[in-house]
């Protein structure tokens, strides 16, 4: 499972959420393994039962009015319950100064206490999707990424098969590139693959004989794309006599990547197949797929229909 420390939270994201440190110094190395955060709400009246200890604690304005109303004996049976809650951190939005007390409490558990200037709903919003992407299942798998009218491709094959090659032709066609030799794959949700490359190689694709190149500075902007849901796994084989190969298409591969399982082709490659050609059709016929078209088994149907009226 992945995390992510407050610090490195701070390293991060400061910036992008306006996020400062208030107190709690000493528990910057807690760990953050959800992207799920709250807002203590009605656990500050002593409602536990839906206390999500793992989770971030967000303080808006209703909570920090609240415990600014309390009476001191009130006050401490809230803190007390605070105690209990063996968050990662806690954040005060909306510009708010951190009451005293939760600023001492923040020390003495060694809970890093954060502020922000962003209302509590937006930050709300924003945080999580940050999250949602940092902690995501991530692996990373050799290949090209592609864009193809808008469906995903991922490209596979042994070194020196032709994957960058035939990226480049697609480039060539207008088509864009995400991601050239190592492309970072992360399951935002439980059926959705995305597809990025990594900082150090964005935008450089390996080509043999030349060398590296830089694809955004050779096409253009417009060449090239940060990320892409993924949609369609093609790999590129060897020509091999000897082998079958799917002719019909009637039944669709599947290949399995972070647990999710994606449409899959195998393209023989040998001198004279135009590989970007094929590979562009079945971006194409994916796209009708997921329109609701499956041109196979419209075939085979109207077939069948054919061979029943002799």
């Not at 807690?30 to 971030?56: F, Y």
């Not at 007390?101 to 200037?117: G, I």
């Not at 902690?135 to 050799?142: D, F, S």
């Not at 490359?197 to 500075?217: F, P």
């Amino acid at each position: 499972m992945a995390t992510i420390s407050v610090g490195e939270l701070l390293k991060e994201a400061a910036e992008r959420f306006g996020l400062k440190l208030a107190a709690g110094v000493n528990g910057l190395s807690n760990k953050i393994n959800t992207s799920r955060i709250q807002k203590p709400g009605l656990l500050l009246t002593g409602l536990l039962e839906k206390l999500h200890p793992e989770r971030i604690q967000i303080f808006g304005k209703a909570e920090v009015d609240y415990l600014n109303s309390l009476s001191p004996d009130k006050l401490k049976l809230t803190l007390k319950l605070l105690k209990k809650v063996d968050a990662p951190c806690f954040i005060v939005t909306k510009r708010q100064k951190p009451p005293a007390f939760l600023l001492t409490l923040a020390e003495k558990k060694k809970t890093p206490l954060l502020t922000t200037h962003l209302t509590t709903s937006l930050f709300i919003e924003r945080f999580t999707k940050y999250l949602e992407e940092r902690l995501a299942p991530m692996t990373t798998m050799h290949g090209v990424f592609v864009d193809i009218l808008g469906v995903g491709v991922l490209i596979l094959g042994k070194s020196g098969i032709g994957k960058s090659e035939c990226a480049l032709d697609l480039i060539t066609r207008g088509y864009r590139l995400i991601a050239d030799d190592a492309v970072i794959i992360k399951r935002m949700s439980p059926t959705t693959l995305f597809g990025i490359a990594s900082d150090i190689i964005k935008y450089h694709m390996e080509v043999r004989g030349l060398g590296i190149v830089n694809v955004k500075d050779l096409f253009g902007i417009t060449a090239i794309r940060e990320k892409k849901q993924m949609d369609v796994v093609v790999e590129l084989t060897q020509w091999n006599p000897d082998e079958e190969y799917d002719r019909l298409g009637f039944e669709e591969g599947l290949h399995e990547i972070l647990g999710v399982k994606l449409p899959f082709h195998r393209i023989p490659v040998s001198p004279g197949r135009s590989v970007a050609t094929i590979v562009e059709i079945a971006a194409r016929n994916q796209l009708l797929k997921i329109m609701g078209y499956h041109s196979a088994l419209e075939f085979k149907k109207n077939l069948d229909m054919a061979i029943k009226k002799q």
